[in-house]
């Protein structure tokens, strides 16, 4: 039963946890490692394209359709959209 609490409590606590708003210094912080991983990703999509020797439109057309490419796309958006709100009320 005591194991029980301090599971729940850990779990109420890593709740509240994302519930609070990131400060500016994450968000910045956050956006330049998303990024930087990003960039990564996208280096080795067209490193592998190009070691099959896929021409240059399918090689876009696979970055263009790349589900996590895409994902982190969207997040960073939201992520910037976020910092740019808190910037602007400081």
């Known amino acids: 039963?005591?194991?029980?609490?301090?599971?729940?409590?850990s779990q109420?606590?890593?709740?509240e946890?994302?519930?609070q708003a990131p400060s500016l210094e994450e968000l910045i912080?956050?956006?330049t490692e998303l990024t930087?991983?990003?960039?990564?990703l996208y280096d080795d999509v067209v490193g592998l394209?190009?070691?099959?020797?896929?021409?240059?439109k399918k090689i876009d057309a696979t970055i263009k359709e790349h589900p996590e490419l895409t994902r982190i796309?969207?997040?960073l958006t939201?992520?910037?959209?976020?910092?740019?709100?808190?910037?602007?009320?400081t």
């Open 73 to 75: 796309d969207a997040i």
């Open 78 to 89: 939201q992520l910037k959209v976020q910092r740019d709100t808190q910037e602007s009320q």
């Open 49 to 56: 394209g190009k070691k099959l020797r896929l021409s240059q």
């Open 17 to 19: 946890q994302t519930s």
């Open 29 to 31: 912080e956050t956006i």
């Open 1 to 9: 039963m005591v194991t029980r609490s301090v599971c729940c409590k």
């Open 12 to 15: 109420v606590d890593m709740t």
């Open 36 to 40: 930087a991983y990003r960039e990564r």
